[in-house]
Nanobody, 114 residues
Framework: VQLQASGGGLVQPGGSLRLSCAAS????????MGWYRQAPGKQRELLAT???????NYADSVKDRFTISRDNVKKMVFLQMNSLKPEDTAVYYC?????????WGRGTLVTVSS
């Protein structure tokens, strides 16, 4: 299983970023995908999930600002992040659970600062 997140960077408060995650090594189409983040000194936090039928769920902290989507042909999952705040600064990871085991790929750093 490989999950490779990309698209992070430095953005000013109020700005936007789109994260991408390329997945391989498992049957992507049928699995729920998610995005997590981990800020320095904090626990990893679940942000959003999208099922195989594209049902989505969001943490309250990002609801109405972040949008998760997926492309089953390209085996990719995306996180559109708008109205970014300094407290969104973290390393962002995509996630899949397979047979009760969690997989996170290498994350991508998002820094929100002026």
């Amino acid at each position: 299983v490989q999950l490779q997140a990309s698209g992070g960077g430095l953005v000013q408060p109020g700005g936007s970023l789109r994260l991408s995650c390329a997945a391989s090594g498992f049957f992507f189409t049928i699995n729920t995908m998610g995005w997590y983040r981990q800020a320095p000194g904090k626990q990893r936090e679940l942000l959003a999930t999208i099922t195989s039928s594209r049902t989505t769920n969001y943490a309250d902290s990002v609801k109405d600002r972040f949008t998760i989507s997926r492309d089953n042909v390209k085996k990719m999952v995306f996180l559109q992040m708008n109205s970014l705040k300094p407290e969104d600064t973290a390393v962002y990871y995509c996630h899949v659970a397979l047979r009760s085991r969690d997989y996170w790929g290498r994350g991508t750093l998002v820094t929100v600062s002026s």
